[in-house]
């Protein structure tokens, strides 16, 4: 085939001003090839550094903070641009050996579009894929319930790819669930699930020993489950219930989603013994547990009280710099979760 016919032989005279043969441009194509490839890896590669230091220093360019949708566009781009590399570096090759770019690029779209029709799961998968990251549906690091059409997931993202949604589950299972399965996403914007334990205090009791008796189970609760209370419990002040004459403690946990039994058994229980040391008549229905109650804050910052929090070392008093009133949501399976702000 002439110079003047291939899209390379006249790019070649036009910068040169000279003939070239057809060896000559096929190599100039495959180092163009190779050079814009290396060129791009070196882009990626240098914007998903951007995004790691971003995502470990939330001081600097704290907009990518848990922004998977970053790294994944940049790799959908650089995916998008490589495959257009190789389409067009294939297409002038064929055509320095005699095949019409026309017939080229027709047979290219009719071959995709039989692919395309062949491969409609995958092409699901990554159009709801692209619609979870871009639309904030979730974030790496968040406590979601992802229901299927026949199971339902609970565990914290770890990964939005465009084929699967990687979660791990409460038993540290990687679970990877195809996106065009994705029906319905329960997001637990907060991290988990909030417990709260209201404690009642028996008339006359020394509020001092109860609260220390109280602080120091919920501690060791803290110590020993610390994999599913998922921070330190918040042990608030002792309040009047309004318009009632009982004295109670509330005690706010936040925990894995679906544990609720390990506070309404396991801590319930200890209180109750605890408190029938202080008070031998003491009953077990002056301790129930909710999932949808005022947090404290409100009820300290009108008595100008501060939370307690504890710790696995003992109670030490610390300021609760929460400062909205926040309310849990209940869950289908009859826990709560706070709602997004």
Known sequence: ????????????????????????????????????????????????????????DKAIHAGFKHKPKYITLTRLIGSAITFLIYFLSIGLGLQELGVNLTAYLASATVIGLAISFGCQGLVQDIVIG????????MEVGDFVEVAGAITIVIGRVEEIGLRFTKLINFYNQEVFV????????????????????????????????????I??????MWGQFGAIILSPPVVGPVETAPGGRWNFLRV????????????ENTFRQQVISGMRTICPTYADWQVPVTYR??????????????????????????????????????TPNGEGREPAN
């Not at 009642?200 to 020993?209: E, K, S, T, V």
């Not at 602080?215 to 060791?220: D, N, R, T």
């Not at 706010?252 to 506070?263: A, D």
Request: proline share 3%; net charge neutral; charged share 15%.
């Open 252 to 263: 706010h946990f936040k925990i894995w989603p679906g544990q609720g039994s390990l506070i």
């Open 1 to 56: 085939m002439a110079t003047s016919e291939t899209v390379m032989g006249r790019l070649y005279y036009h910068l040169t001003g000279h003939a070239s043969s057809a060896g000559t441009r096929i190599a100039l194509i495959i180092g163009l090839a190779l050079g814009a490839l290396v060129v791009l890896g070196f882009i990626r590669r240098g914007c998903e550094v951007v995004i790691h230091q971003a995502e470990a």
């Open 293 to 330: 109650a005022v947090t404290a804050a409100k009820n300290a910052r009108e008595s100008g009280l501060e939370h307690r929090q504890v710790t696995a070392h003992g109670s030490d008093t610390v300021p609760d710099t929460n400062g909205s009133e926040t309310m849990a949501a209940k």
């Open 130 to 137: 692209l619609t979870l990251i871009f639309s904030d549906t």
């Open 178 to 213: 195809p996106n065009r399965t994705i029906n319905n996403v329960s997001r637990y914007p907060l991290g988990g699930i909030y417990a709260y334990a209201d404690i009642q205090i028996p008339l006359g009791a020394d509020h001092a020993r109860a609260v220390q008796a």
């Open 215 to 220: 602080s120091e189970i919920a501690a060791g």
